[in-house]
């Protein structure tokens, strides 16, 4: 069975193709189609987005460490971390925070979302789909097919389906799918169909460059010669679409996955975009670079040690992402290895030493680099984790999971600057004012696109699944 995360060569596309594969999803194909009336026209001046950038903080940020500090709760409460000024009156952050101190008059921030899922994988469905896994609470440790889809790949199967855009690169996830044990299943299509599946870039280890298997060319490999294995595909396509469409119920074909192949193979723009190096130094490092502990180094093996050194620069790569075009970017900031949010223990030296600083610095910088690019207005920004940290610090100094009460970041596109929608209580455990769910985030996030959250997808059995069961935070762009 294809994993949706794999990297995609022609050689494996032929294999897949000829195995039956390509193009399943869910043990099966999945035909999914937009409700009538999924489109939704905005109100006042509101224009529906270009583009969204997610910055997943994987792992779970403390609340009580970032954006809402209680500094009168009890010192078990409250931790160490001073509250400092912002550019928004009356509103304060952590001391930590100083550059994003600075932009919370471009930054809503809300304070109360919540859900009930206790562990990273069901969290993270959650969070990456608005829908909660099925069953209970659990991690996954074994592979698991994905339901519902991703943001992006659900408004790319929307733009497709409704406004009948063709884009280049509808969805794209760096630096790689995050996993606990496996890949967890919301990066993907789910039941919109693998065709709308991210184009997953990463690093390399070594360079410390960005790459992507279906946009290098072989060595070797001539113009002419890869018209020539085209031509020779083109002749396969044929013959095993004959054989797969009659088991591919209302599949995709293979001709659109081999010329999706060969347009990434072909494209300048997205090479050009990849090339990181071509920004300047001094924005280079506005951004950042990831500070590893050298006692942990290899901790997770070495590869893990240069993928967090570019922490800033996979949000580098976002903004130029959006910029070539693409619509929606989710970069996942840290694997489940070396120092990650998940600060059980330690968590105060964790977050002032090794998290807080290089999220500061590349969150900062593309807030006002979209800005001076002209990009802000058009490109909204999410910064979230899967849940938040308890309000009692534990035994070993540091914070455990709690999705009881957390906070979401909005920026950009159209975002009401300085606005708090929600409270949690004093300590930072429930929503005491407007509880927010994932549903509503995913509901926000589609509204904000132009669509009605409401939309329907079908799956092969013709049952009905909405997109999101929330509602949209109106209030976060509209007085």
């Not at 403390?62 to 009890?74: C, E, G, Q, R, V």
């Not at 997205?270 to 951004?287: F, G, K, T, V």
């Amino acid at each position: 069975m294809l994993n949706s995360f794999d990297t995609l060569s022609r050689r494996r596309l032929v294999q897949l193709g000829a195995g039956g594969y390509l193009g399943l999803n869910l043990g099966g194909v999945m035909r999914a189609e937009a409700a009538s009336g999924a489109s939704e026209p905005l109100p006042g001046s509101l224009q529906p987005l270009k583009s969204c950038i997610l910055v997943f903080y994987y792992g779970g940020p403390s609340h009580l460490d970032t954006y809402d500090l209680k500094p009168n709760a009890p010192s078990e409460v409250r931790g160490e971390f001073q509250p400092i000024s912002t550019t928004v009156p009356g509103l304060h952050v952590c001391e930590h925070l100083p550059k994003m101190s600075q932009q919370m008059h471009r930054v809503a921030l809300v304070r109360s979302v919540t859900h009930q899922a206790r562990l990273h994988d069901s969290a993270s469905i959650h969070a990456l789909t608005g829908r909660p896994l099925e069953g209970p609470d659990r991690e996954l440790f074994a592979p698991q097919p994905q339901t519902y889809p991703s943001y992006g790949s659900a408004v790319a199967y929307l733009r497709q389906q409704l406004q009948q855009q063709q884009i280049e690169v509808p969805f794209a996830s760096l630096p790689f799918p995050f996993r606990n044990v496996h890949p967890v299943p919301c990066q993907g299509a789910g039941l919109v169909g693998s065709r709308f599946d991210p184009l997953c870039v990463e690093v390399d280890p070594d360079k410390k460059q960005y790459q992507v298997e279906m946009l290098r060319r072989p060595e070797g490999l001539s113009a002419g010669r890869q018209l020539d294995r085209k031509t020779l595909l083109a002749t396969l396509d044929r013959t095993l679409e004959q054989k797969l469409e009659r088991r591919l119920a209302a599949g995709d074909s293979l001709r659109a996955f081999y010329d999706k192949a060969y347009r990434l193979l072909d494209s300048e723009r997205m090479r050009q975009a990849l090339d990181i190096a071509q920004e300047p130094a001094a924005l280079r490092e506005r951004y950042g670079f990831g500070k590893v502990d050298p006692t942990t180094a290899n901790q997770g093996g070495a590869e893990n040690g240069y993928a967090r050194a570019m922490r800033g620069q996979n949000v580098l790569l976002a903004r130029r992402l959006v910029e070539a075009g693409v619509p929606f970017v989710n970069v996942y900031d840290f694997q489940q290895q070396g120092q990650n949010w998940d600060a059980h223990a330690q968590g105060a030296n964790q977050h002032k030493n090794f998290l807080l600083p290089q999220a500061d610095a590349a969150l900062a910088a593309l807030l006002d680099d979209l800005a001076e690019r002209g990009l802000l207005d058009t490109t909204l920004v999410v910064a979230m984790g899967e849940f938040g940290r308890t309000p009692t610090i534990n035994a070993t100094a540091g914070r455990d999971h709690w999705p009881d009460c957390y906070t979401v970041l909005f920026a950009g596109g159209g975002v009401r600057g300085g606005h708090v929608h929600g409270a949690s209580d004093r300590l930072g455990a429930y929503p005491a004012t407007d509880p927010v769910t994932p549903g509503d985030l995913a509901a926000t996030i589609y509204w904000r696109f132009g669509f009605n959250p409401a939309s329907e997808v079908h799956d092969p059995l013709g049952r009905p699944h909405r997109l999101s069961d929330g509602e949209p935070i109106r209030s976060l762009f509209m007085s």
